[in-house]
C-alpha cells in the first residue's frame, strides 16, 4: 500500500464531491503513485489526468495504468496546470469522479478515420442512453471534450458532436505542449494518442454549471482576411496586405515586436451569433503568415479587442458562480495565452489565490469548446456544487 505523504494538503477530503490532487515529483511512476495516495480510496467513476508535456512517454502510460488498474482514466497534455493550489508547471493534476455522485461514458473518435464521421451523431446518442441506464434518478448532464491541440480539428469535431447532444451542455479544452507547438496528445486507453478527441459525458446527482467567459471587449479598429489557408488556419493577407505586417500596423507595434505576449495583449474577434469571440493568433510563420488557433476564412472581419483587468474581471466571473453557493470543484480550461497575460503583468499569485480559493483545477489549453464553438483566450469550463444547493 502507498504511504500517504506527512502533510495535511494531502490527504483526501472525503466530504468533496470531486477529489482533485496534483504531484510536481519528476519520475512519472513516483507522480502517479502520488496522486492515487491524495485521490485517495474511493472508488471513481472516472479520472481525468493533466499532464505537463514532459510526461509525455511510455513510462507515464504505464504508471497510470498500473497505479490506476481497474479505473476509466482519460486525460491530455497541457501548455500548463491549474493545480488544488493554483497556476502551476511541470506537475500532473488529477481530478477523480467518485461513482457515488457521477457515472461517465467516453467516447474516442480518432480524426483519421475520415468513413466514421456520419458514425459519430449516434456514438453519442449511445453515451446519452448509457448515462440514462446507469443513473435513472440522476438528472444532471453535462458532456467534456478533450482535443489534440495540433490536429486543428476542433472546429468539425463540435459541429458533429453537439447536434446529437441537445440540451446538454459541451465544455472542453486542446491538449497544449507549453510554448513548444510541438507535440501533444491526449490519453484514452492505456494509451496516448494523437489527431483525435475524447468525448465524456457525465451524469451526475449534484448540481452544475457549464460557462465560458473572457476579458475582452471590441474596439472600432476592424480589418478584413483577404488570402487564408483555412485548412491550415493560416492568414496570408490582412486588408490586402501581408498578414503579420497589417496586423502589426493595426495594433500600433513593429512587425520585429510581434510574438505570443503581443497576441495575448490584442488578440483580434470575430461576431457570431450577436456576441464577440477571440480567435488568436499562434505565431508568426517565417514567410510572413499568421497561424491562428482556430478557424479562420478569407472575408473574415476581423475587430482589434481591448482588455478589461484581468484579475479584476475573474473575481467578478467567480463571485457570479458563487451567488447560490461555491462550488465545490471547477473543472477549468483556460488558454494559453491568458496565462501568457498572467505571468506578463506579474498576476500569478494573485490569480492563483483567486482559483484556489474558488476550487479550481484544470489545464492550460491550445484552444476551448463550447457548446459549438471552438474559441480562444477564455476561461471554460463546468462548476459543480452540492446536489443540496438551490439553482440559479
Sequence with gaps: MIAPRQTQSALPDFGRLVQKASSDKTDSLAAVQDLRTQLGDATFALVAVFLSPEFLNQDTADALNSVF?????????????????????????????????FCAS????????????????????DQLNDVARQAPDWTSEFAFLLNDGLARNED??????????????????????????TETAIFHGGKFHQRASILTVFR?????????????????????????DPEARLVREINAEPAAAEYARMVGKDPGQLSPFVFAASPVMVQVGGRYHVRSIQKVEATGELRFFSAIDEGLVLTVAVADDIVAHLEREM???????????????????????????????????????????????YGEQINMLHVNQTFTGVAIYSADQPDD
Design 69 to 101: 488498474e481497474g479505473v476509466k482514466v482519460i486525460g491530455c497534455t497541457t501548455a500548463g496546470e491549474i493545480t488544488p493550489d493554483g497556476i502551476s508547471e511541470h506537475q500532473i493534476v488529477a481530478v477523480g469522479f467518485p461513482a457515488a455522485h
Design 106 to 125: 467516453v467516447q474516442f473518435f480518432d480524426h483519421t478515420e475520415k468513413d466514421a464521421q456520419s458514425a459519430v451523431p449516434l456514438r453519442v446518442l
Design 156 to 181: 468539425r469535431i463540435v459541429s458533429l458532436i453537439n447536434p446529437a447532444l441537445g440540451t446538454v451542455q459541451l465544455f472542453g479544452g486542446s491538449a497544449g505542449d507549453g510554448l513548444n507547438f
Design 204 to 228: 451526475t446527482r449534484c448540481r452544475i454549471k457549464v460557462f465560458h467567459f473572457d476579458h475582452f471587449l471590441p474596439t472600432d479598429t476592424r480589418m478584413v482576411v483577404t488570402g487564408a
Design 319 to 365: 463571485a457570479k458562480l458563487s451567488e447560490n453557493g461555491k462550488p465545490d470543484a471547477i473543472i477549468a480550461c483556460e488558454c494559453i495565452l491568458r496565462r501568457l497575460e498572467i505571468d506578463q503583468i506579474q498576476a500569478k499569485g494573485k490569480i492563483s489565490s483567486i482559483l484556489s480559493d474558488n476550487n479550481v483545477i484544470g489545464f492550460h489549453t
